[in-house]
């Protein structure tokens, strides 16, 4: 049996593989000596921020991804 993946699903992954990916480009801008070579993965890292942004934003407006609130201090439950 062929498994279908919804929009929800393919929209997961891809932003766990652009939060993984931001922090590889983070890493390798903090190990970097040469500037070139630094500003370069900057740049790849900054890409990739707004990549997840979008793709967080997409979600979000589907209700695939939902941030709990902070809590009211005259309230028992998260609001969402």
């Not at 993946?5 to 393919?10: E, N, P, Q, S, V």
Request: charged share 20%; net charge negative.
């Amino acid at each position: 049996m062929q498994q279908q993946f919804t929009d929800k699903d393919i929209a997961g992954d891809v932003l766990t593989g652009t939060k993984h990916m931001v922090q590889r480009y983070m890493h390798a801008v903090l190990e970097s000596q040469d500037q070139n070579l630094r500003q370069t993965f900057m740049d790849y890292h900054n890409q990739c921020l707004t990549d997840q942004n979008q793709i967080f934003q997409l979600m979000n407006k589907n209700g695939w991804y939902k941030v709990p609130m902070i809590l009211d201090e005259n309230q028992q439950s998260p609001q969402f």
